[in-house]
């Protein structure tokens, strides 16, 4: 098997395991609310499933953070460094008060209105530079 097939492979699996159908619309659409960059095609995931290809590292990060998998790990295979529980635990138990509740409403988010929150937040850091 060649890179772009095992990478396909670990890909599938990664969203089987986050509850996601392995379709080419479904990750199209939720990859593209989660990418800040020009949106992808749905062609284009079509190849990244049939393992014609693998996605740049900025897109491969966001894949990464989406399904909840470590960037290297989706990209390679191998095992991974922390587990996802691991991961949310270490910053999550710095978060305290008003702020835990805000992340935790803003997870609850669906995805559209997630990335929306997140335009205003950037766009207020941006205006105090």
Do not use: C
Not at 15 to 42: C, K, S
Not at 79 to 90: A, D, E, G
């Amino acid at each position: 098997m060649d890179e772009k097939t095992e990478f396909s492979e670990r890909l599938k699996q990664a969203i089987q395991d986050a509850g996601y159908n392995v379709r080419p619309i479904v990750l199209e659409r939720e990859f593209n609310t989660r990418y800040w960059g020009h949106p992808v095609t749905v062609q284009a995931v079509r190849r990244w499933l049939k393992g014609e290809s693998i996605p740049s590292q900025d897109k491969l990060q966001v894949l990464a953070e989406w399904l909840q998998v470590e960037a290297h790990v989706l990209r390679f295979g191998g095992q991974p460094r922390l587990s996802v529980i691991q991961r949310k635990k270490r910053w999550y138990e710095t978060v305290e008060g008003p702020e835990r509740e805000v992340l935790e409403a803003f997870m609850e988010l669906p995805a559209e209105e997630r990335k929306a929150v997140r335009t205003v937040i950037l766009a207020l850091v941006k205006g105090k530079s």
